[in-house]
């Protein structure tokens, strides 16, 4: 009994480092990765599938549902951070961080607000997973595709520390949640604290609701050509 939490597959944006406008769909390479992630999930009990709204999202979800036939629900609170008027603008041509802490995007969501927006949704996923799966048994998952920073922040906020994430990461590639990958969380209701290093708790209104990440931002279904490329994108 598992939540699924996955990135989108790869799309020009990210190949090419802009910051992507709504509309931007996957590229051949991110359909072939989806492709591959619906391959790894298709013996999976996945039964609800939530995904942004965001074309990139939705295209990445439907792989899943053409191999698992399940039909994915559209969550806009799922979408990524807004940087506002910098869409459509090449990383290459700023002098300036547009991820920095105190930088607020014209016209797009400052770190507070989308980071409120991320909380808010957590919190549905989590109450949703209370009523609909806490009794259900071993034999469900519930897939959540969304994007980079969204996902990281929900990661680095509630379920790992930052230094927890440091154990995933070495000197020469950084932690990253890459194209279509999975994090694997298992909920578990508990009247107890939340134990070990890689459980996070909280109170879902059914006693205390512990996190327990069983596998983290892991692309094993990409290889060759669809293998993560480090000069993509790995944020927005």
């Not at 071993?138 to 990281?152: E, I």
């Not at 906020?157 to 969380?185: D, G, K, M, Y």
Request: net charge negative.
């Amino acid at each position: 009994m598992a939540i699924l939490l996955i990135r989108h597959g790869e799309t020009a944006g990210n190949r090419n480092r802009i910051i992507q406008v709504p509309e931007t769909p996957l590229s051949d390479r991110g359909l072939a990765q989806a492709a591959r992630l619906g391959q790894r999930l298709a013996k999976a009990p996945i039964t609800e599938i939530w995904t942004s709204h965001l074309p990139r999202a939705r295209m990445t979800a439907a792989a899943i549902e053409s191999t698992t036939g399940v039909s994915a629900r559209e969550e806009p609170n799922l979408e990524e951070r807004s940087l506002g008027d910098l869409r459509g603008t090449a990383y290459d041509d700023l002098d300036f961080d547009p991820f920095g802490q105190s930088y607020a995007p014209p016209a797009g969501e400052t770190w507070e607000v989308f980071n409120e927006r991320v909380d808010r949704m957590w919190e549905k996923i989590e109450r949703h997973w209370v009523d609909q799966f806490s009794k259900a048994g071993d034999d469900v998952h519930f897939a959540v595709v969304s994007h980079g920073l969204f996902l990281r922040s929900l990661i680095e906020r509630h379920l790992f520390s930052e230094e927890q994430l440091a154990t995933h990461a070495t000197e020469q590639a950084p932690f990253v949640i890459a194209n279509t990958s999975l994090t694997v969380v298992s909920p578990r209701l508990s009247d107890g604290a939340a134990g070990s290093s890689g459980a996070a708790g909280r109170d879902a209104s059914s006693g205390e609701l512990e996190h327990h990440v069983k596998l983290i931002a892991c692309a094993a279904h990409l290889e060759g050509e669809t293998a993560h490329d480090v000069r993509s994108v790995v944020g927005i």
